[in-house]
């Protein structure tokens, strides 16, 4: 799977959109972009995923540039429990088995 | 749905004991993973199971690591002897096939001193 690239942390002000940027530049034609998110002391949450356009669903919007080498994802409006550590991850999907491989992700902290 | 379950939620022991940790995953779910957090190395997918057979266990640190399923609404992971080092969060994951999903539980914070 290819390799991400993210800022260790961010801080958004509540109620702005929050602009979470990826980099995989080695990213293969049938990799997909996967975002996930962990709360302190809970399990990683999926938020959204995709190969090419641009998605979105009711808790984020992921926009994938055209050469699919970067991937932003968007908080719309930002809301203090959106506070945790936001994971990018390229892989493909469905293969043998569904692992994810979780790099150190983004820290979002989101302030009042 | 209750989503996956996890328990013990918190289990602190002393070096050298059995350590059993259980996860119910999401009733129809396929494929059960398991995982394991700590500070210095993040996020590591320890084995997974699909169909309750279990497919990849390269993770597993070491023999004193084991994980069984011996239905679909049951797994173990067991520590024996337990160490310090195994200290960390354990979660359990489970997904339906077709489903890119993975649905974690809230995790058993182990502490072996």
């Known amino acids: 799977d290819a390799k991400t690239t993210q800022p260790p942390s961010m801080d958004c002000a509540e109620g702005r959109a929050a602009n979470l940027p990826c980099n995989h530049s080695t990213i293969s034609g049938n990799e997909y972009v996967y975002w996930y998110r962990q709360i302190h002391s809970q399990g990683p949450q999926y938020i959204i995923h995709?190969?090419?356009n641009n998605e979105t669903n009711e808790m984020a919007s992921l926009i994938i540039t055209e050469d699919r080498k970067s991937s932003t994802l968007i908080l719309p409006h930002a809301t203090l429990r959106d506070t945790a550590v936001y994971y990018c991850i390229v892989r493909v999907a469905w293969d043998a088995g569904n692992m994810l491989t979780f790099g150190g992700g983004t820290r979002l902290m989101v302030k009042p | 749905d209750a989503g996956v379950i996890q328990s013990p939620r918190h289990e602190v022991t002393e070096m050298g004991q059995e350590v059993t940790l259980r996860c119910k995953p999401i009733?129809?779910?396929?494929?059960l993973f398991w995982y394991r957090q700590t500070m210095m190395r993040g996020l590591e997918l320890l084995i997974y199971f699909n169909n309750n057979v279990p497919i990849d266990d390269s993770g597993m640190p070491e023999d004193r690591f084991s994980a069984k399923m011996p239905n679909a609404s049951f797994s173990t992971l067991k520590i024996q002897p337990s160490e310090p080092r195994d200290s960390a969060v354990y979660f359990c994951?489970?997904?339906?096939?077709?489903?890119?999903?993975?649905?974690f539980g809230s995790g058993t914070q182990l502490s072996v001193l």
């Open positions: 995709g190969l090419k």
């Open positions: 994951a489970s997904s339906f096939e077709r489903d890119e999903k993975l649905f």
């Open positions: 009733s129809g779910h396929d494929y």
